[in-house]
């Protein structure tokens, strides 16, 4: 028999079209026995057969093959695409690195199989129950039709897309015998759940096989789980504005009411396999109003987006008659953004976010006063502090 190392979780996914929060949901039928064939669309694939250790049979390119509970099958190639199609519609597909034991749908856990390893992507079949063993993973409650479970990296993680207007699948989690939901996972962004071109394809070739698009999927989702990459034009509005010292008047702070128009450019980068955002942001400078550039990392909320900078500065610049210089006093300037998607759309084939709203604070404190002995650097001690709104609206090619 063959054993795998780990702890071993199942993600059973129901579909289930919810009608609304008040209505029975529609029955899962029991499957009662889907068969599946194994096609390979790129790499290749070996084939034990069940109780076989020593009967390996290789499956090329375009080459099919009937499999039977037990059978376990080995994806071989970087670009390894191995279909798992079932006769109730389903499909499980396995990517580089896995291998999957074919498990017997219409048995006692239901599962379609074991995963161990590499990455597969799942396609839930309409009022059909789906469930899926997987080494290692993650627990996970999610909707969708489609699901991705990745094990390219421990801990295995799994990804869903959820439904158009609520319709979907539920998934859970199931430890040995034991069926618990586990109500703590998110559903996917698009930059999550497509984050490579192995998985872009996938999406691809169920779209070409008649299944629904993956950007349908999304159509009607919250636009804090769309793509944020691409130029955006930035109205900033002052909201609030405050200052003590000598000097406030000839300082450039945006006074209440008070419009600057900037832009940002919003970058991801999800090739390896978790998705790395930043921003090219600009700000005002105090001293003349010209515009600063800077490039910061985004931190991912539920749903928004924050960044920002904080920087230490001199308060004066003593120069003596030597021509020698020494920084004098120090300060403390602090910038924060926080943004929330607002709108987002399918645009070329993928859920981009087209607005976000949100604020900017920021200030300027004294950490370090000037000491006596520096006449005129006195001037310098100011402190400031200022919040505006922000709106973004996506720039078009």
Same mark, same amino acid.
């Given at each position: 028999?063959?054993?795998?190392?780990?702890?071993?979780?199942?993600?059973?996914?129901?579909?289930?079209? $919810?009608?609304?929060?008040?209505?029975?949901?529609?029955? $899962? &039928?029991?499957?009662?026995?889907?068969?599946?064939?194994?096609?390979?669309?790129?790499?290749?694939?070996?084939?034990?057969? *069940?109780?076989?250790?020593?009967?390996?049979?290789?499956?090329?390119?375009?080459?099919?093959?009937?499999?039977?509970?037990?059978?376990?099958?080995?994806?071989?190639?970087? =670009?390894?695409?191995?279909?798992?199609? !079932?006769?109730?519609?389903?499909?499980?597909?396995?990517?580089?690195?896995?291998?999957?034991?074919? #498990?017997?749908?219409?048995?006692?856990? +239901?599962?379609?199989?074991?995963?161990?390893? #590499?990455?597969? !992507?799942?396609?839930?079949?309409?009022?059909?129950?789906?469930?899926?063993?997987?080494?290692?993973?993650?627990?996970?409650?999610?909707?969708?039709?489609?699901?991705?479970?990745? @094990?390219?990296? %421990?801990?295995?993680?799994?990804?869903?897309?959820?439904?158009?207007?609520?319709?979907?699948?539920?998934?859970?989690?199931?430890?040995?015998?034991?069926?618990?939901?586990?109500?703590?996972?998110?559903?996917?962004?698009?930059?999550?759940?497509?984050?490579?071109?192995?998985?872009?394809?996938?999406? &691809?070739?169920?779209?070409?096989?008649?299944?629904?698009?993956? *950007?349908?999927?999304?159509?009607?989702?919250?636009?804090?789980?769309?793509?944020?990459?691409?130029?955006?034009?930035?109205?900033?509005?002052?909201?609030?504005?405050?200052?003590?010292?000598?000097? @406030?008047?000839?300082?450039?702070?945006?006074?209440?009411?008070?419009?600057?128009?900037?832009?940002?450019?919003?970058?991801?980068? @999800?090739?390896?396999?978790?998705?790395?955002?930043?921003?090219?942001?600009?700000?005002?400078?105090?001293?003349?109003?010209?515009?600063?550039?800077?490039?910061?990392?985004?931190?991912?909320? +539920?749903?928004?987006?924050?960044?920002?900078?904080?920087?230490?500065?001199?308060?004066?610049? !003593?120069?003596?008659?030597?021509?020698?210089?020494?920084?004098?006093?120090?300060?403390?300037?602090?910038?924060? !953004?926080?943004?929330?998607?607002?709108?987002?759309?399918?645009?070329?084939?993928?859920?981009?976010?087209?607005?976000?709203?949100?604020?900017? %604070?920021?200030?300027?404190?004294?950490?370090?006063?000037?000491?006596?002995?520096?006449?005129? @650097?006195?001037?310098?001690?100011?402190?400031?502090?200022?919040?505006? =709104?922000?709106?973004?609206?996506?720039?078009?090619?």
């Amino acid at each position: 028999m063959r054993t795998h190392a780990g702890v071993v979780t199942a993600v059973l996914v129901l579909a289930a079209a $919810i009608i609304s929060a008040c209505a029975p949901s529609p029955t $899962i &039928e029991e499957d009662v026995g889907s068969s599946g064939v194994l096609r390979v669309r790129d790499g290749s694939a070996t084939v034990t057969a *069940a109780g076989q250790q020593d009967d390996s049979v290789d499956v090329a390119e375009a080459e099919e093959r009937e499999l039977s509970p037990g059978d376990v099958v080995t994806t071989t190639g970087d =670009d390894a695409m191995v279909d798992v199609a !079932w006769s109730d519609g389903a499909v499980t597909r396995l990517g580089p690195g896995t291998t999957f034991t074919v #498990g017997d749908p219409g048995g006692p856990f +239901a599962s379609r199989g074991h995963q161990e390893g #590499g990455v597969s !992507w799942n396609r839930a079949p309409e009022n059909l129950g789906y469930a899926i063993d997987v080494a290692g993973a993650g627990r996970a409650r999610d909707r969708g039709e489609v699901f991705v479970v990745d @094990c390219r990296e %421990e801990p295995c993680r799994v990804r869903a897309t959820g439904g158009v207007g609520g319709d979907g699948s539920l998934t859970s989690v199931r430890r040995g015998a034991v069926v618990s939901v586990v109500d703590s996972a998110r559903l996917a962004t698009w930059g999550e759940l497509l984050p490579d071109e192995w998985s872009r394809r996938s999406a &691809e070739l169920d779209a070409d096989g008649g299944m629904t698009p993956v *950007a349908d999927l999304f159509a009607e989702a919250d636009p804090s789980r769309g793509i944020l990459d691409g130029v955006f034009d930035v109205r900033r509005t002052g909201v609030e504005s405050e200052c003590t010292g000598a000097t @406030c008047d000839q300082l450039f702070v945006l006074r209440p009411g008070q419009t600057r128009d900037l832009t940002f450019v919003f970058h991801l980068d @999800c090739a390896s396999g978790t998705c790395e955002a930043s921003v090219d942001t600009q700000t005002i400078s105090t001293a003349d109003g010209s515009l600063l550039d800077a490039t910061t990392g985004l931190v991912a909320g +539920a749903d928004d987006y924050t960044w920002g900078t904080d920087d230490a500065r001199p308060l004066c610049l !003593w120069t003596y008659a030597d021509g020698t210089t020494e920084e004098v006093g120090s300060a403390r300037n602090t910038v924060r !953004w926080t943004v929330t998607p607002t709108a987002a759309e399918v645009e070329d084939g993928r859920f981009v976010v087209t607005e976000l709203r949100g604020r900017t %604070e920021s200030s300027f404190r004294v950490t370090e006063e000037i000491p006596p002995g520096y006449p005129g @650097c006195e001037a310098f001690e100011v402190e400031w502090s200022g919040a505006s =709104d922000l709106v973004l609206t996506k720039r078009g090619d």
